[in-house]
């Protein structure tokens, strides 16, 4: 079971997550999830969303104005338009004053009997707010470079699984280096948590007219590894 279904599983090496300079990364999100599979099946969710740079600036100038029944419909609407229909989360907002230097968007929600209780337990889910973030900056432009702005993604799901489980075997960590930028990702077992960090830098560069395809590639290579997968047997 899964919130997005199933996608396929790449096979690479041990990842060396490194602390990216600011500077060069100028859309910035930061994504913590707290995840818990219950022994009936469910999943219950929480979400927790930091926008930072250019990035927390667009979202601030869509947002302003907007009362607050305003602003949890656009957050409905995003969700659902984003992750799943599933659900209707709740919401709370940070940082929607210009002055802040990031804004946040948390979120909780509840999927009912995600899971099969009485199986054991193989989850496949993809990271939908990195994918909707590399989404952005496909380029179909042919005749002009490209001033692309740097983009830098990094998540930590922590992923609790009821004791009905055991949770024993994990995706592949991942490190996928090229010419515009890197993903890594690990995981970690403690107990029933299991906790995945992924890392996506894509420093600012001028993309070049003949880069572009190369460019765009990389894009949808990143986003053909953007998951994770947990396996835990039933006890």
Known sequence: GSIQGAVSLPINDEPKPTTLPSDSYRWVLTEQADMLVTAEGHL???????????????????????VESELVDWAEETYADVVSTMTTPSFEFAGL??????????SEASYKKLVAPDEDLNYREDLPWL????????????????????VRYESEVRFKIARTWTPDRTGPRVEFRGEFGNLARR?????NLVTIKTMVGMPKRRIEVEEMEAFND??????????????????
């Open 44 to 66: 219950e969710e929480t979400l927790r969303l930091q926008y930072e740079g250019p990035y927390a600036a667009s979202l601030r100038a869509n947002l302003s104005g907007l």
């Open 97 to 106: 004053d210009e002055i802040e230097p990031t804004l946040q968007v948390n």
């Open 131 to 150: 994918d909707r973030l590399l989404g952005y900056f496909i380029t179909n432009n042919e005749h002009y470079y490209y001033d692309f702005p740097g």
């Open 187 to 191: 995981y970690e077992i403690d107990g």
């Open 218 to 235: 990389f894009i949808s290579k990143l986003r053909e590894h953007n998951h994770f997968r947990i396996l835990a047997t039933l006890d």
